[in-house]
């Protein structure tokens, strides 16, 4: 056989890469399950210790602490959850339809839009960052869960990929739907949104990613603490990071809020990588 | 553009379509990025009340700060290592999962964990560890007999800023290389083996030539990924310091911004700023079309 490598090796290797990987995440679990005053002594342990069941509770429904000031979990979770919630379907909405446009009909100014749309590629939100904060509070939405995700539902990405997933369907297809009597809103739902199933399932795992870990967009948009998001409830946590702090309830936070990104890369790793690599073409 | 017929022959639905995403694109995208070229020609007072045109001041105010240099230089640094160093360790990682393995999956998937992960946590996870009093890493850093404090070495703080930003981004590599190396026809492979070549010839002669597309659109996206997707690492783990030895171009306009509220030298900031990602969307766009072609 070719490139017989010995298999022993490509295990040592890639055991070492998977050791790497997670081992800020072991110890991170590991200190949310001590108190605060055995990670103070900067002798941290790397076996459990036995008061997880106190900080998870403690992370979750205060967030607070003697030497820890932030947002409870259960609030931040919710939040991003419902961010994120909002965004994959506004963005998967947004763009099929553009897509729909863009693939099936023709009229005038049709490549026009296409540049217009491909053109906000180039534009990631922090080189426009002042106008679109002026943007969004003249629109009175500083503090608004419309603030927070509106102005995240648009994207080039989305298009581009129902562009291509579109672009793969037969023809004949949609004929014969016509043919049945069938309008382009009824094909539009029965036909071509049923077929591009598998690429919308992977544009939703990505933007459901995107939306869970936004930072700086809703670091703008909120100073309410009702609206605190994960990353913004963790950056409240952390503050300067100082050696005595509550680190075993910023942990314990750290390891709660994962566990969404976690089970989606878990439970969903295909429908990623194949978004991750349908995006990109 | 593909040249086919339509398949419905509606005048105004199209335009109905496209109303949504037309909307909150020119709303959000269009006009603030025109605003922010505006901007960056005029001088306002901090309340936006008086405006005038000044031309190129605000170009030559941040071509001018040698501060302004340094985030540059320091944001072409962070960026090429951060860039090469994930990828070469990627690289490798995929090289070696490339046979069929048992536990493939499993390695997938603790790889690409980082990649699921917020920025901000990913900087939690980090300063923990390099914390200078309680921090694992600098507990052992100070038994051999090295301080580690990188709240005040800046030198320090890069690398953390370096360490983290590449342990979020390897399974993202991962994927990629692992795909380019399974898209090698296998009888270029078996041709190889015939000659009698090695397996590390095998690798520098026939498969990374031709993942080399692959190379390209991944330094692209590193490169990318460093000067933008960093800002909530860097805002967590440093915040741009100490003494701006982390302050890379996108956060140094975060600060001038929304920290100092010098909006115009922001805004030329980020014209500049926009300039270098329409030439990366060009570079990365022809490239594309070029790997289009020869397949």
Redesign the interface.
Known sequence: MIGMQRKWVAHLFLILGVVVTAFPLYLAFIASTHDAATIGRGRMPLLPGHYGVDNYEQAWSVGSGERVNGTPVRITMWNSFLMALAIVVGKVVVSALTAYAVVYFRFPLRDFFFWLIFITLMLPLEVRIIPTYKVVSDLRLINTFTGLTLPLMVSATGTLLFRQVFLTIPRELLEAAKVDGAGPLRCLWSVVLPVSTPGMAALSVILFLYGWNQYLWPLLITTDRKLDTVAIGLARMLGNAEGLMDWNVVMAATILTSTIPTGVVIFMHRWLVQGLIEVSK | ??K?????P??V???L??T???T??I???????L??LY?SFTASDPFGVKTRFVGLKNFRDIFTDPYYWHSVRLSFVFALQVSLFVMA?AL??AF????P?R?A?????????????????T???????F??????VA?VLRYMGLTWNHTLHGGQALLLLILASV?KQ???NF??FL?ALHSVPKSF??A??VDGAS?SQ?FTRILFPLASPTTF?LLV?NV?FSF?DT??II??LTKGGPAKATETM?YR??VD??KSFL?NR??AQ?AV??LF??IL?ALQFRF?QHRVHYE
Not at chain 2, 105 to 121: I, R
């Open positions: 553009m593909t086919v017929s339509a398949v419905f509606n005048k639905l199209p335009y379509l496209v949504p995403q037309l909150l694109t709303i959000f995208f269009i006009w603030p990025s605003q922010a901007q360790v490798l990682l070696m999962a490339k046979n393995l536990g999956t499993v390695y997938k998937v603790f790889l690409l964990w980082p990649y699921a992960l917020a920025p901000v946590t900087a939690i996870l980090w300063v923990f560890m914390q200078p009093s309680i921090g694992i507990t342990w390897i399974g993202y994927v990629f795909a492979l078996e190889a083996a397996s095998i659109f996206m990318i933008f800002f909530g805002d967590t996108c306009l975060f911004g929304f909006i922001s805004a980020s700023l926009m990602v329409m969307t594309l």
